[in-house]
C-alpha cells in the first residue's frame, strides 16, 4: 500500500491542510524543530491504527480551536486500487472508513486487511522508527548491546529484550531456592514461625485487661510528676542563673571607677607607640647604610680604571664557541661516515644474495621497489595460503570419509552375501507351504463350525473397530494441530505487541489443549473386549484341535516356524539390500567430491603461478608465496635502508665542510700551525675567555657602580622621610617630646582593656537575658534557703518518677509477654492469610517460569527458521552501510550477540563495534527485517532522523540505499537537516513551516458520506 495524500481535519496544529506524497516512492518531509514532523507522523499512525486512548502515554493532538478532529489518507493498493482510508472521534481509537471502487464503503475490517492485521505497537516497532530507537543502542552496556540487536532482529524492537529481562527480575523477585529476600521465601519462613507461635496462642489472656489498667494508670502518674519536674527545674534554673552574674556586676562596677580615673586620649593615634617605635628602628640602621654605601662607591670606581678588553679577539667570540661546541659532532660525523661505508659494504652483498636468492634474472633496485606490495599482496597471499590450508584440510577429511565410507559398503555387500545364503531356497519353501496348508485343513476339519464364524465375525468387527478408530483419532489430531498452532501464533504476535497478558493466557490454554490431547490416549473398553474375545475362541479352537491331533498339531507349529524364520531373514535382506544401496550412493557422492577438490586445487596452482609472475620470483617459490613474500619484504627494507645510508653518508658530509669554513675564520687568534684542528681550537677558546673575563668584570664594576648610586639615593629619600613621620606622629598626640608619648600611650592602652572588659560584661549580661539587672536588686538573704528548698522539692519528684517508672515497665515486660504470642484467633487469621498469599505467589512464579520457557522456544524457533534470511538480507544492508569496510555479519550458535568482520578479516562482537556503526548494524537489521515483513503487507516505512550520528560518507551511503529501497516499497523520511535536502529532487520534498507545508492545498476538505 503507498501512500498517496494526506488530508488533516484537525490534529494538533494542522486545521484543514493537505499534504502531498509525490515524486518516487521516496519522500522527504523537511522541518526545523517545532514546524510540525512529529505531529504528520503521529496523524500516519492515528489514521491507519486509531487515535491514542486516555490510558496510553502518547500525545492525543486533539486541536484547541475546536476543528473537527482526524483526517483521511488517500492510498493506492494492490488488491482494491484507489482507497480513502478515514477516522473521526469515536469509541477506543475512533471510528473508521475505507472508500474504495465506485463509492463503495468499507469498515475497520477492510482496514485491518490494508494494514496486515497488525496493530499500532508492531507498525511503531517494525515499520516506523527514530533517533531514540538508536539512542537506547548506545545508552545499554557494552555487555547487554549485542543481545539488544539479536532480540531487536526478532520483531523489530526490545519488546522482548524487555519483556525476557522482566519476567526473569519477577521470577527471582518472587522466589530463589536458596534465596532469603524474595517474596515467597520470606512468606515460607513467616509460615512457619506463625505455624510454631499459633500452639501457643490460647495462653496468658486473664492477666491482659488488668495489666492494661495498671499501665495506664503508672503512665498518668509519670504525666503529672513530669509537669511538676519540669516547673521545679525552670523556677530552680532561673534562681541559679541570677546567682552565676553576681561576679560579672562586680567587675563591671570596679572597671567604670577606674576609666573615671584615667586622663582623656582621644588625640592618641591608633597603635602610635608601635608606629614610633617602627620608625625609629628603621631610621639608625638607614643613617649607617649611607656612611658605607659613600665609601664602597669611592673603592669601586678606584678598580673600574684597570680593566679594559680586546675588541679584536671578542669579535671571534661566537666563531670560537660554536667551533668548541661542534668540535666532538665534527669528530662523531667523521666516524659516522665511516662506520656508514662499512655498513653500505655489507648492505650491498646482501642485496646481491638476495636478489640471486629470488628472481632469475637481475633487477635493478628500482624496479625491486617498483613491485607490487603493501596490504593488498599480503592478503591476496594471506587468501592463498588460507586457500591451500582449507584444501589440504579437506583433502585429508575427504580421504577419511572416503575410508569410512568404503569400509562400511565393503561390510554391507559381506553382510547382504551372508543373509543371502541363509534363505531357504524356492523349491523349499515351496514345500513347506503345501505342507502347512494340509496341516491347517487337517486341524480346521476337527474343529467346530459354529466357533470359527463367531472367530470369523469377531476379527471383522475387531478389524472395523479399528478402522474406526484411527479415523476418528485422525480427525481429532488434525483439529488439536490447528488449534495448537493458531494459539502458539497468537501467543507469539501478543508477547511481540507488548500484550504481556494476553501471551500468558494464551500459553495457558496452549497447556490445557496439551492436557486433552494426552488424555484421550486412554484405554478402549471396546476394543479390549473384542481382543479378549477373539484370544478365547482361538484358545477353544486350538484345545478342540489338540484333543483330535496333537502331533499335526505341532508338526504345523514346526513348519509354521521354519517359515517365518525365512520371512524374518528376508526382510532383513531387503533392509539390508536399501542400506547397501544408500552407501553406494554415498560413495559416488565422495568420489565426485575428490573430483570437485581437484579441480580446485588446478586453480589453486594458476593463481599462485599467476602470482609469481606478477612478483618475477622463481617457479621455485611457487609453493611458498608466503616465504618468498617475506624475503622479498627482507629485500625491499634493505634497499631502502641503503638509500637512506647514502642520503644520511651526504648529510654528514655537509655538516664536515660547514665546520671547516668556521674553522678558517678564526685567522690570526691560531697561535701556532703546527698544532691539531682541536688544540688550535681550545686555544683560541682560551684567548677568547680571558678578555671576556676582563670584560665581564668590568661590566659588573660598572653596574654595581650603578647599584650603589642608585642604593644611596633611596636610602637618603627614606631616611628623610622617616624622621618626618615621627614629627607629624609627635603632633597628632598634642605632645612636645617622645616621653610624654610614651605616657599617654600607656594611659590610652589601660583605656582600651577597660573598654574591652565592659564590652564583654555587656555581652554576657544580654546573652543571659539580664542586661537591665545592678548589683543592688540581686540575691536578696532568704534566696539561699529558697534554693534549697527547690532542691528538695526536685529531688522528692524524682524519687517519685523512679518508682513510678519502675512499676510501668514491669507492667508493659508482662504485656509484652503476653502480646508476643498473640491471641489464637488472630494468629490463626494471620496463618490463613499466609497460605492464601504463599499460593497467589507461586501460581505468579509459575506463570513466569512457563513465560520465560515460551519465549526460549520461540527463540530457537526463530534463530533456525526465520533469522537466516534475514540474516543474508542485513549483511547485504551492514555492507554497503560501511562502505564495503565491514563484509560479513555472523552469529555463532548457541549465543545471542551478533560479530561484524571487517574487510581485513578482524572479526568484532557487537559491544566493541563504535556508537555510529553500532547503529549501522540496528538499521541494517530493522530494514532487513521490513525488507521481510513486506513480502505480504508492502507498508510504507517511515524514519525520522534516524541516521545523525553517522559521518558525511555513511549518511550519503544512507541515502543512496533509501533511494535505492524506495524502487520496492515506499520511504516517508522526516528530517530537519537541510544539508541533506541537495541528495533528493525536489518533487520529492516537502518543506514544513511553523504553521503549514510549502506543498499543500488550502481547500477545506468534505467528510465522505
Known amino acids: 500500500m503507498k501512500l498517496i495524500q494526506l488530508h488533516i481535519y484537525g490534529y494538533g496544529r494542522f486545521q484543514q491542510k493537505s499534504i502531498k506524497l509525490e515524486g518516487e516512492s521516496l519522500h522527504v518531509i523537511y522541518g526545523k524543530n517545532e514546524a510540525g514532523k512529529s505531529t504528520i507522523r503521529s496523524f500516519i499512525h492515528s489514521i491507519l491504527f486509531g487515535f491514542p486512548q486516555k490510558q496510553q502515554p502518547e500525545s492525543k493532538y486533539e486541536p484547541v480551536s475546536g476543528a473537527p478532529f482526524g483526517g483521511a489518507i ?175 556586676l562586680k567587675e563591671k562596677e570596679h572597671a567604670e571607677k577606674e576609666l573615671k580615673k584615667l586622663p582623656d586620649t582621644a588625640g592618641y593615634p591608633a597603635d602610635g607607640l608601635q608606629r614610633l617605635e617602627q620608625l625609629q628602628a628603621s631610621l639608625r640602621p638607614e643613617k649607617g647604610r649611607i656612611q658605607a654605601l659613600l665609601a664602597q662607591q669611592k673603592r669601586l670606581m678606584e678598580q673600574a680604571k684597570g680593566l679594559q678588553p680586546d675588541l679584536m679577539v671578542l669579535s671571534k667570540k661566537e666563531a670560537a664557541e660554536e667551533l668548541k661546541h661542534s668540535l666532538q659532532a665534527f669528530e662523531d660525523h667523521l666516524q659516522r661516515i665511516e662506520a656508514i661505508e662499512k655498513e653500505l659494504q655489507q648492505l650491498q652483498a646482501g642485496i646481491k644474495d638476495k636478489k640471486r636468492e629470488l628472481f632469475s634474472d637481475s633487477l635493478q633496485d628500482e624496479e625491486v621497489l617498483a613491485l607490487p606490495a603493501g596490504i593488498g599482496l599480503n592478503s591476496r597471499i594471506r587468501e592463498l595460503e588460507e586457500k591451500k590450508r582449507l584444501l589440504s584440510e579437506r583433502k585429508r577429511l575427504l580421504d577419511e570419509q572416503f575410508e569410512r565410507v568404503k569400509e562400511a559398503l565393503e561390510e554391507s555387500e559381506a553382510q547382504v552375501s551372508r543373509l543371502k545364503e541363509s534363505l531357504l531356497k524356492p523349491e523349499e519353501r515351496n514345500v513347506l507351504l503345501t505342507k502347512a496348508s494340509e496341516l491347517t485343513a487337517k486341524i480346521a476339519a476337527g474343529s467346530r463350525k459354529s466357533e470359527r464364524a463367531e472367530l470369523k465375525e469377531t476379527s471383522e468387527q475387531l478389524k472395523l473397530h479399528e478402522q474406526a478408530k484411527k479415523a476418528a483419532r485422525s480427525r481429532l489430531l488434525a483439529f488439536l494441530s490447528i488449534a495448537f498452532l493458531a494459539l502458539l501464533a497468537g501467543a507469539v504476535y501478543s508477547f511481540s505487541a507488548g500484550q504481556t497478558f494476553a501471551g500468558f493466557l494464551l500459553v495457558f490454554l496452549l497447556l490445557l489443549l496439551a492436557v486433552f490431547f494426552f488424555m484421550q490416549k486412554g484405554k478402549d473398553p471396546v476394543y479390549e473386549h473384542l481382543a479378549k474375545k477373539k484370544q478365547q475362541l482361538e484358545e477353544e479352537l486350538l484345545r478342540s484341535g489338540e484333543a483330535g ?52 586445487w588446478f586453480f589453486y596452482q594458476e593463481e599462485c603461478s599467476e602470482m609469481t609472475g606478477e612478483l618475477m620470483l622463481k617457479e621455485q617459490l611457487q609453493g611458498d608465496l608466503s616465504a618468498g613474500n617475506e624475503l622479498l619484504a627482507e629485500l625491499r627494507e634493505a634497499i631502502s635502508k641503503k638509500q637512506k645510508l647514502l642520503q644520511e653518508r651526504s648529510f654528514y658530509q655537509d655538516k664536515i665542510d660547514s665546520f671547516m669554513n668556521l674553522f678558517r675564520e678564526l685567522g690570526s687568534i691560531h697561535a701556532d700551525q703546527e698544532l691539531s684542528i682541536k688544540e688550535r681550537i681550545f686555544e683560541a677558546n682560551a684567548y677568547v675567555k680571558k678578555e671576556l673575563e676582563k670584560e665581564q668584570q668590568h661590566e659588573q664594576l660598572s653596574v654595581r657602580l650603578a647599584e650603589i648610586n642608585e642604593e644611596l639615593a633611596i636610602s637618603s629619600e627614606k631616611a628623610d622621610y622617616e624622621e618626618a613621620l615621627i614629627i607629624n606622629l609627635l603632633n597628632k598626640a598634642s605632645v612636645q617630646d617622645e616621653e610624654a608619648f610614651r605616657l599617654l600611650a600607656a594611659a590610652a592602652k589601660k583605656r582600651g582593656a577597660l573598654e574591652e572588659k565592659l564590652g564583654w560584661i555587656k555581652v554576657q549580661l544580654e546573652e543571659q537575658g539580664e542586661e537591665d539587672l545592678s548589683l543592688e536588686l540581686l540575691y536578696p538573704e532568704e534566696q539561699e534557703h529558697f534554693l534549697e528548698e527547690l532542691k528538695q522539692k526536685l529531688s522528692q519528684a524524682d524519687e517519685k518518677e523512679k518508682a513510678a517508672q519502675q512499676e510501668l515497665s514491669q507492667t508493659d515486660y508482662r504485656i509484652q509477654e503476653l502480646e508476643k504470642n498473640g491471641t489464637y484467633s ?3 487469621h494471620e496463618y490463613e492469610l499466609q497460605k492464601s498469599e504463599i499460593r497467589k505467589l507461586s501460581k505468579e512464579w509459575i506463570t513466569a517460569e512457563l513465560a520465560l520457557d515460551f519465549l526460549k522456544k520461540t527463540n530457537d524457533y526463530h534463530r533456525s527458521v526465520r533469522l537466516p534470511k534475514l540474516l543474508k538480507k542485513a549483511e547485504e544492508l551492514f555492507i554497503f552501510l560501511t562502505g564495503g569496510a565491514y563484509t560479513a555479519i555472523y552469529l555463532p550458535g548457541g549465543e545471542e550477540t551478533f560479530i561484524a568482520e571487517r574487510k581485513d578479516g578482524t572479526r568484532f562482537q557487537a559491544k566493541l563495534l563504535s556508537q555510529a556503526t553500532a547503529e549501522q548494524l540496528y538499521i541494517s537489521l530493522r530494514l532487513a527485517l521490513v525488507s521481510v515483513l513486506n513480502e505480504k503487507h508492502g507498508l510504507p516505512i517511515i524514519i525520522d532522523d534516524g541516521f545523525v550520528h553517522f559521518d558525511e560518507e555513511r549518511t550519503a551511503l544512507m541515502l543512496e540505499l533509501l533511494q535505492k529501497m524506495a524502487g520496492e516499497q515506499q520511504i516517508l523520511f522526516f528530517t530537519c537537516h537541510s544539508h541533506l535536502l541537495s541528495s533528493f529532487e525536489e518533487e520529492s520534498v516537502t518543506k514544513l513551516t511553523g504553521k503549514s507545508s510549502h506543498r499543500h492545498s488550502e481547500e477545506a476538505f468534505p467528510k465522505q458520506a
Not at 516547673?231 to 542563673?241: I, N, Q, S, V, Y
Not at 491331533?549 to 507349529?557: K, M, Q, Y
Not at 544401496?581 to 575428490?594: N, P, T
Request: aromatic share 6%; glycine share 8%; hydrophobic share 35%.
Open 549 to 600: 491331533s496333537r502331533e499335526t498339531a505341532a508338526e504345523l507349529e514346526e513348519t509354521n516356524g521354519k517359515l517365518q524364520r525365512d520371512a524374518q531373514l528376508r526382510q532383513m535382506q531387503e533392509a539390508e539390500a536399501i542400506q547397501l544401496s544408500e552407501k553406494e550412493r554415498a560413495y559416488d557422492r565422495i568420489v565426485g567430491q575428490f573430483e570437485s577438490w581437484e579441480k580446485e
Open 74 to 248: 488517500d492510498a493506492v493498493s494492490n488488491t482494491y486500487g484507489s482507497v480513502r482510508i478515514e477516522r473521526l472521534p469515536g469509541k477506543g481509537g475512533g471510528e473508521a472508513a475505507v472508500y474504495y471502487g465506485k463509492g463503495e464503503k468499507a469498515g475497520q475490517e477492510m482496514l485491518d486487511e490494508l494494514t496486515g492485521g497488525m496493530d499500532k505497537n508492531f507498525y511503531k516497532a517494525v515499520f516506523s522508527f527514530d533517533i531514540h530507537g538508536l539512542q537506547q543502542v548506545h545508552q545499554l552496556g557494552e555487555d547487554e548491546i549485542g543481545k539488544y540487536l539479536y532480540l531487536t532482529s526478532m520483531v523489530g524492537t526490545d519488546a522482548v529484550y524487555r519483556l525476557e529481562d522482566q519476567l526473569a527480575k519477577e521470577r527471582e523477585k518472587i522466589y530463589k531456592p536458596s534465596g532469603r529476600k524474595p517474596l515467597l521465601n520470606e512468606m515460607l519462613a513467616k509460615a512457619k514461625k506463625t505455624s510454631e507461635e499459633l500452639k501457643l496462642a490460647k495462653q496468658n489472656n486473664l492477666q491482659y485487661e488488668e495489666l492494661q489498667a495498671r499501665k495506664l494508670a503508672a503512665r498518668q502518674t509519670l504525666e503529672a510528676l513530669d509537669s511538676e519536674k519540669t516547673g521545679l527545674k525552670a523556677r530552680l534554673r532561673k534562681e541559679e542563673k541570677l546567682k552565676s552574674l553576681l561576679p560579672l
Open 826 to 828: 488472630d494468629l490463626l
